[in-house]
């Protein structure tokens, strides 16, 4: 079992910058591939960038490419999302996830555990 909380969300204004943290309790964390999602209000949640187990592969959403960086630091079981020129269309609410696996996903089918979730709203 793996238990994910998310912190690092709030309100910014367009062109400003974040950072989501993701901390994980449980079994081996360092073993796990992890990724973001995200959900708008109305709209059924995307993925937003994935990694794996060890920080060296790393995938994003087209929609974020460029201004998002994703990163862990496995001695402090911890994923992170650096938000930089972030958009309206970036209001969401941001979702943690761990798969089973060594590898990270773009496919929400292949996440096992979840976090809460922290709300970003970005104003224009």
């Known amino acids: 079992q793996v238990h994910l909380v998310e912190s690092g969300g709030g309100l910014v204004q367009a062109g400003g910058s974040l950072r989501l943290s993701c901390a994980a309790s449980?079994?081996?964390?360092?073993?796990?591939?992890m990724g973001w999602f995200r959900q708008a209000p109305g709209k059924e949640r995307e993925f937003v960038a994935t990694i794996n187990w060890s920080g060296g592969l790393t995938n994003y959403a087209d929609s974020v490419k460029g201004r998002f960086t994703i990163s862990r630091d496995n001695a402090k079981n911890t994923v992170y999302l650096q938000m930089n020129s972030l958009k309206p269309e970036d209001t969401a609410v941001y979702y943690c996830a761990a798969t089973a696996t060594a590898w990270g996903s773009s496919n929400m089918d292949r996440y096992d555990y979840w976090g809460q979730g922290t709300q970003v709203t970005v104003s224009s």
């Open positions: 449980g079994r081996s964390f360092s073993s796990n591939g």
